[in-house]
C-alpha cells in the first residue's frame, strides 16, 4: 500500500483496480467520511487518529493528556468465522487491546468471537467504564 503496510491482494484486483490500499487505509478514508468523525493526533508519533464517536475522542484525548503509550487500530485479526475484528487500540501499560463503545450495532458479535477465541487479553470499556474513569459525565 502506499502507507507502506504490506497486504496480499488477488491479482485480478490488481489489474482492475490501479490504487489499491489496505484494510487500514480503506477503514481510515471511511471513517474520515463519516459525519461524526473528530480527527486528532497521538501526543508522541503525530499519527492521525480519526475518532468516530465521542467515547472515542474523549479516551483519546485522555491518553494524550497522559501522555501514556499507546497504539490506535493496532492490528487487524482474523477470526476463526473467517470474520475480521480491529481492536480500537492496545495500551501498552495494560498489556491489553480496548474496544471502546457507546452502542454496539453488529460489531458485538466479533467483539465476542475475539474474547472466546483468547486471540489477546482485551477489555470492553463502555459508557459505564468511561463515567467510572471521570472521561464522560
Not at 84 to 106: A, M, Q
Request: proline content about 3%.
Amino acid at each position: 500500500c502506499t502507507c507502506g503496510n504490506i497486504c496480499t491482494v488477488w491479482k485480478r484486483s490488481l489489474t482492475i483496480n490501479k490504487n489499491i490500499s489496505c484494510p487500514n487505509c480503506t477503514t481510515l478514508k471511511a471513517a474520515k467520511k463519516a459525519n461524526t468523525a473528530k480527527i486528532t493526533k497521538h501526543w508522541k508519533t503525530g499519527q492521525e487518529i480519526v475518532c468516530v464517536g465521542s467515547y472515542e475522542l474523549s479516551v483519546v484525548e485522555w491518553l494524550n493528556r497522559e501522555q501514556a503509550e499507546y497504539t490506535w487500530k493496532p492490528k487487524t485479526f482474523n477470526l476463526p468465522s473467517g470474520k475480521r475484528y480491529t481492536p480500537d487500540l492496545f495500551i501498552d501499560s495494560l498489556d491489553s487491546f480496548i474496544e471502546i463503545k457507546g452502542w454496539w450495532w453488529n460489531s458485538k458479535k466479533y467483539f465476542d468471537e475475539f474474547v472466546k477465541s483468547n486471540m489477546g487479553k482485551i477489555e470492553l470499556w463502555n459508557k459505564k467504564k468511561l463515567q467510572a474513569m471521570g472521561l464522560i459525565k
